[in-house]
C-alpha cells in the first residue's frame, strides 16, 4: 500500500513537472514575420536592455527586455529607438 502512494506521488509529481509551461523569454529566440506576430507573445514589444526609452510617444505596454530576441527581430524596429514593436 505505502509503495503504490509512493509511486502514485512520484507520477503526479512528474506530471505536474511537465505540464508548467516555459516563459517564452526563458526559451530560445524566435523570429518573428511581423509584428502582429511578436505583440502576441510580447504586449510591450522588445527592448535590446532594460535601460532604453521610447522615442515616439507614450506606450500603453513596458517592453520586454532581452537582447536576443531584440537581434533576431531588430528589423521590426522602425524607428531604430532599440525597442522592437512598443504598443
Known amino acids: 500500500m505505502k509503495r503504490t502512494i509512493a509511486l502514485l506521488s512520484a507520477v503526479v509529481l512528474a506530471l505536474g513537472v511537465a ?21 502576441k507573445a510580447y504586449k510591450g514589444g522588445v527592448a535590446k536592455d532594460a535601460k532604453v526609452r521610447n522615442k515616439g510617444g507614450k506606450t500603453k ?10 537581434n533576431m527581430n531588430s528589423n521590426l524596429d522602425r524607428d531604430k529607438d532599440g525597442i522592437a514593436c512598443e504598443r
Do not use: E, G, Q, S
Open 61 to 70: 505596454y513596458a517592453p520586454t527586455p532581452n537582447a536576443a530576441l531584440y
Open 19 to 39: 505540464l508548467i509551461p516555459v516563459h517564452t523569454a526563458d526559451a530560445a529566440p524566435v523570429k518573428y514575420k511581423n509584428c502582429t506576430a511578436l505583440n
